[in-house]
């Protein structure tokens, strides 16, 4: 076809549709409901597709005049149908749509109610009918609802936009971004997804293993991985969830793809505001945590959770400029309630026991102090979408997400989304920070198509920016001379009640006025004589048969007090661009080729420091303090340089490209092919290369068959590889590694006041070096022990850490997993699809650090391949077969259920290690060792072999304009595995599995109930007014969600059997098997008497109220 | 047309251009050593060259390396200099063993730190030199062999005067039995050709050099090959006294030297030594007690590599579980 011929029946439309604007859409759009603001954007990715046959001849019908028009869209969109009478429109913004054929000498056909949603490809078909067939009245076809099944992709996972938002209890307070309503929690819904520390993980991955992306930016943590931008739910118009299965436009993530779209204007004012309030006094009551008392406790409960917010969007030039604006602020506040309490000492000196079995207290009077965590969230977006032209699409849109926590007399949040400390075993000014986690991301988007919508070009630019830090809480900074900044932090280490075998035991009024009071009075008892000799008679004076010993019931262990201790400001940027390219082509079927580019540059700057450049440790006999922490190089033997603060800059550059072809081949079946490349290096400090991982070849291959040939149903199977994109942590430590240096201070002493006080004098000569006079050298005090004083270290008092860089096994590969997923939909009614898939993924190389000679040097490599080849290799083998039903918002209900049966099996967890919360990217403890690995494959700690998942709303029209809504959800899933755990020699605690991961069965299930109840009320043509209530776990159910696993806390060896065949609960009572290292066998008084009691328990009922008015 | 082919140029050139991106090998590692301040020496073989000099000959020691860096680094030039080549110090046991010897004598006037010496009346004197080998390493990585080398470290010297004698005083409570007479004494340490073996596998694990002894007139030359870390495989009792053989001297323990953990034998971790290096446990430490040393018998023709040495060793072979 010539371009000209295409140009006729542009204007051919155009002329059409005047003629023929008095026939109205066949369906309605529905009611704009209760709870959103209108929205819409001038292009989005949906792609809406179809054939046009003569309804006479049933023949394909060429150059019928395709026009679709939307609330959503600026303008309309038109194409005619090619030779074999298939059309296709592509960037549809989510939304409701009306299709309107014309061709001539046939009547126009017009139908309304189609829905298109994220990036799915709808396919309407339609017959026209000739002009010359006469109708009877009776005779007028009914055209049902458009179908709703996504023939073009394979992919799997879930859709969410505010018709579900607005109905389903979302973001339970307690969870991380509760009270700004982080979209990231949503992705709960989707079968496969599961809530871990860090956010949402999929299908068996970790959380940091996502990508994010708000407006084709993508909003990772360049450092970690995380979620960076937790922009409210509020502002987002479609959160697309994908799973998997899905084609080479998206790659560097192992988990998930979060694809974000904000709200736009349009061509009419619309907007809300709202109010949210979480009052913590309605919380239902907390099944208590038994442990072993200590004389200081913590307990932490939700104050209160509130945000309140307004967004507005409208035109500037109607169907042409179009702007968007949001603000909201949320604020957070955890109530922190420590208590201090007394030992009631027995005879012996020792605490005595209650009838739970823990150490009997007292309170020790004037103790409880409520101590605030509070959090401020702001949010702001704005956007503008310009129209070109039909064929030309521009948008320009602006986050921010600035976060603090912490500092005028409260305590901070950390990234996992929780008060920073609530053990709260030392004083304010040494344990509480203000922290700073800010976001805020530019995108440019343009989208245009070229030849009828033959072609399509699309380019984005963005900017993501990141401001992280760890203040002190009084506001001073790195480097200040004055405030806690400036102060070291003093950390006491000791503690039992016998004051007597060592008066450097500490006890409550070392450091608190509290410690005063009578409860804490000293005890002095009469205990045997260790020294008496039976063989004499006993002497008062010479051979007692007891002496007096001195016990304190109130021992303070892990006391930290003075400054702030560790500090940090970093800045990450990443500097992002895409360019794709779509042509389509007619050659045996329909093609849809797709090519692009894209590049992410980031950089990580970080700046570390401790307050006043140290952080004193006291040893465990009280005989003096180690230098802790203390960035500092040496110079030569001896010459240390301290350092006020140390900054590493790590960079990354990422370059990919893609090619893809959609094949519908002979319109039957649809074949996806396509290949992916990667190329990822990282820079470390010292600008040199740290980390080359090139060649990333990721193939998809997906073939899709509708049985109906209607767009309501489809089989379809996927093979994908995934690479990982390494976030900049591993190379913010490891290249070079930060360097530090520390010494020993003998502790003062009422004898030796010259000693180090750290606390009271940390400058002093005794907690510092003496330099000599004349030389300026430092001196060694004769007769002080020199900390590594062996006779053939060059460094008589200092000693160095760090510093080094981590080598990097030249023959190192990127870290990638493999999935498979077969699956099929069927639409059974209107709206409502009905689904079964299965997903297989399995890991083909891990990088991670590792050490073949017991921790003494460490690479970087793959577990099982290249120097690390006599290490297990890295595996995570995950399966999950899934059914679900799903019903879209319409005649007022919805319904969301999924059932979900998996196994998570391997030894290796992903991005951080869920059995300690430690967040160190491809550099976690979990293959350091080869000592570390005997019976760590296994369930691991994600694996849950059940999920069911129940979302339902329903909304009750009350004549009047007014609305009332409900909506619940119900999940219920299988407890995590547990394990049998003991000490290792050098990684210490909880590192050892006695017997094989999961050998300790399961936690209980756990259960969510949860409800929401809205009501609204027309106030005006365009405004309604709602309160809604959300009640998260309305019954109260306090299921055990975590036990104590720790078998023993001293050093045992993994039983293992010489056969292969794999230890059990039985070998425990082996003395020949379960024994220390050594081979001695673990005593009874060795084993831990709170092994498998719970540890933490369900958040409770908790109640959020809210307020809001759309217009 | 012109956007389809701008299109296909688009997609084109991306996988293009991206190949030639590749072949970016991985970084090096850079030149280090073992460090003495882990808590861990070097354990060195001595190989006599020339003539052996008779009284001052040893069959090797602990030798403490540690490697320094220059400031200069990071946008405000304080923080370590990476860019140039690390300094290295090398510090024989034996040289230190004779320092705090000397220092505990009663009319001593030694400070071990050797660049500063507090006498016993607090008055200070400077020492003439330090009691370590100190050089730059000649290159910032190691060179294609894998080898880091430093070529004429300044040499450890330590200069202990003569002490006169102390006459016994048997009027004083207790007796004084006095200190005899102690003749001056120069101990030096000449080294060259360093040679410290460092790759992403092997981190600084492995030195080579020669080195020239001399104690006053005695003088003695070895070629040194050395193993990081030095791991004591001398049977000890309780006490970590050594258990003495039926000829009364210390006993060796080979088991201590295999690289795997053997849970059921009492191994309660592998020796700590990279696993492909050959070790066997020899005699090496000055006080006849032995150590991990690396069983080769030229110490010039580092590095010393047989991965799985351990499974044709007697000694390594893993305990079969009870039954």
Known sequence: MNLLAKKRGFWAAVMLRCRAAHLLPAGSIALVTLLTAGSASAQGTAVLTGTIVDAATKKPLADVVVTVTSPALQGEQTVVTDGSGSYRVPNLPQGDYTLRLDKDSFRPYARGGITMRGNSTIRVNAELLPESVQLKAEEVVVVGKAPTVDVGSSSTGVTLNSDFTSRISLNAPGGKGAASHSFESLAAVAPGAAADTYGVGINGTTSPENAFQIDGVGVNDGAYGILATPLSTEFIKELN??????????????????????????????????????????????????????????????????????????????????????????????????????????????????????????????????????????????????????????????????????????????????????????????????????????????????NNKKQLLDITFGWHHQRTATLASDGSSIGDKTGLASVPEVIYRKANTDITSNPKNHELSDFEAAGHAKVCDRVTTMVPNPDFDPTQPPDA???????????????????????????????????????????????????????????????????????????????????????????????????????????????????????????????????????????????????????????????????????????????????????????????????????????????????????????????????????????????????????????????????????????????????????????????????????????????????????????????????????????????????????????????????????????LRGNYAGLFRPETGQLDPNANSDFDLKSLLPNRTGPLPSDRTHSIKVYAAKDFIIPGGMDLLIGGSFRTRSGSPLNFLASHPIYGADEIFLLPRGSGGRNDWIHNVDLRVGYSIRLSKESTASISVDIFNIFNFQGVTSRDQTFTTVDAAPIVNKDGTPATVNDLNNPKKFTAPDGTPIKASERNPNFGNPTSFQDPRQFRFGAKVSF | MKIQTLGWLIGFTALVSSTSILACSQAVVACQAGHAGSGFAFAAKYFPVGAPGAACTASGDEIGLETYHPPGGGDDGKQPDFSVPAILAIQTDAMGVLIANKASLPNASIDPDGTNVENKDGTHTLAKHPPYALGPFTAVEPDADGFCIVTAP??????????????????????????????????????????????????????????????????????????????????????????????????????????????????????????????????????????????????????????????????????????
């Open chain 1, 541 to 903: 004076a010479k051979n007692p048969k007891t002496i007096p010993n001195v016990f304190t019931p109130c021992p303070v262990a892990n006391y930290a007090r003075g400054g702030s201790g560790y500090l940090d400001d970093a800045s990450i940027n990443s500097y992002q661009g895409k360019a794709v390219f779509t042509n389509l082509l007619q050659a045996a079927g329909h093609h849809v080729i797709k090519a692009g580019v894209d590049f992410n540059l980031g950089s990580y700057q970080h700046q570390k420091a401790y307050s006043g450049t140290n952080v004193f440790r006291e040893n465990g006999s009280g005989s003096n303090y180690n230098d802790f922490r203390q960035y500092g190089f040496l110079q030569g033997p001896d010459d240390p340089a301290v350092l006020t603060s140390y900054t590493a800059k790590s960079t990354s550059t990422t370059i990919g490209g893609f090619i893809q072809d959609s094949w519908s081949i002979m319109d039957k079946v649809t074949l996806n092919v396509g290949v992916r490349y990667d190329t990822q290096l990282i820079y470390g400090s010292d600008g040199a290369l740290g980390l080359s991982l090139p060649n990333q070849w990721s193939p998809r291959v997906g073939i899709i068959y509708d049985f109906t040939q209607q767009g309501r149903s489809k089989i379809f199977a996927n093979y994908a590889r995934y690479f990982e994109g390494v976030p900049l942590d591993i190379a913010d430590r490891g290249f070079p590694g930060e360097p530090e240096i520390n010494s020993r201070h003998r502790a003062y002493s009422d004898a030796h006041p010259e000693r180090c006080d750290p606390f009271a004098n940390p400058t002093s000569a005794g907690c510092t070096l003496d330099k000599d006079p004349v030389t300026g050298n430092p001196l060694r005090y004769s007769g002080n022990p020199a900390f590594f004083n062996t006779t053939n270290n060059p460094n008589q008092i200092w000693n160095r850490t760090g510093g080094d860089k981590v080598p990097i096994d030249p023959d190192v590969s990127p870290q990638s997993s493999d999935e498979f997923v077969l699956g099929g939909e069927y639409e059974i009614f209107s709206d409502a699809r009905l689904g079964l898939t299965y997903t297989h993924r399995y890991l083909n190389h891990a990088i991670e650090d590792m050490s073949r000679d017991e921790a003494n040097t460490y690479f970087i490599g793959n577990p099982g391949y290249g120097i690390a080849a006599d290490f297990p290799k890295a595996v995570r083998d995950y399966d999950a077969v899934t059914a679900f039903f799903q019903k879209n918002f319409s005649n007022n209900w919805l319904a969301n259920v999924s059932y979900t049966a998996s196994s």
């Open chain 1, 241 to 450: 969830v994908v799973s998997g299965g899905y084609m080479p436009e998206y790659g560097r993530s192992m988990g998930g793809i979060f694809d974000v779209t904000t709200n736009t204007g349009s061509n009419e004012f619309h907007g809300s505001v709202w109010f949210n309030i979480s009052p913590g006094s309605l919380e239902g009551p907390r099944t208590p945590v038994k442990s072993d008392a200590s004389v200081i406790t913590a307990n932490s409960r939700i104050a209160n959770l509130r945000d309140y917010g307004l967004q507005v969007g409208g035109p500037i030039i109607k169907d042409r400029l179009w702007f968007y604006g949001g603000l909201q602020a949320a604020f957070t506040r955890e109530a922190l309630d420590r208590s201090l309490n007394a030992f009631i000492l027995g005879a012996d000196g020792k605490p005595t026991v209650d009838a739970n079995g823990g150490n009997a207290t007292v309170p020790v009077p004037g103790g409880t102090h409520t101590y605030y965590a509070d959090e401020q969230a702001i949010q702001y977006i704005g956007k503008l979408t310009y129209l070109l032209n039909q064929d030309h699409h521009l948008t320009l849109s602006v986050i921010g997400t600035p976060t603090t926590s912490g500092g005028n007399g409260t305590f901070g949040y950390d990234n996992r989304g929780i008060p920073e400390d609530d053990v709260l075993h030392g004083t304010y000014s040494a344990l509480a920070h203000k922290y700073v986690a800010s976001a805020s991301d530019i995108s440019l988007k343009y989208q245009g198509s070229f």
């Open chain 2, 154 to 323: 300044a040499p450890a010297v330590q200069d202990f005067p003569a002490e006169a004698a102390i006459a016994p005083d048997p009027t004083a409570m207790p007796p004084d039995p006095g200190a005899p007479a102690v003749e001056a004494e120069t101990v030096k340490y000449e080294w060259s050709n360093v040679k410290v073996y460092a790759t992403a596998a092997a981190q600084g694990t492995q030195f080579s050099g020669h080195v020239k002894f001399t104690d006053n007139a005695c003088t003695a030359e070895y070629n040194v090959a050395a193993v990081w870390p030095s791991v004591d495989c001398t049977a000890r009792d309780a006490n970590g006294s050594p258990v003495l053989g039926t000829d009364m001297k210390a006993q060796p323990v080979q088991a201590a030297c295999c690289p795997t953990a053997d849970p059921l034998g009492g191994r309660v971790t592998g020796s700590g030594i990279n696993p492909d290096f050959p070790v066997s446990c020899q005699q090496i430490a000055q006080d006849g007690t032995y150590r991990c040393a690396l069983n080769i018998s030229d110490p010039t023709k580092l590095p010393a590599l047989d991965p799985g040495w351990d499974a044709k060793v007697d000694a390594c072979k893993l305990t079969a579980a009870a039954p």
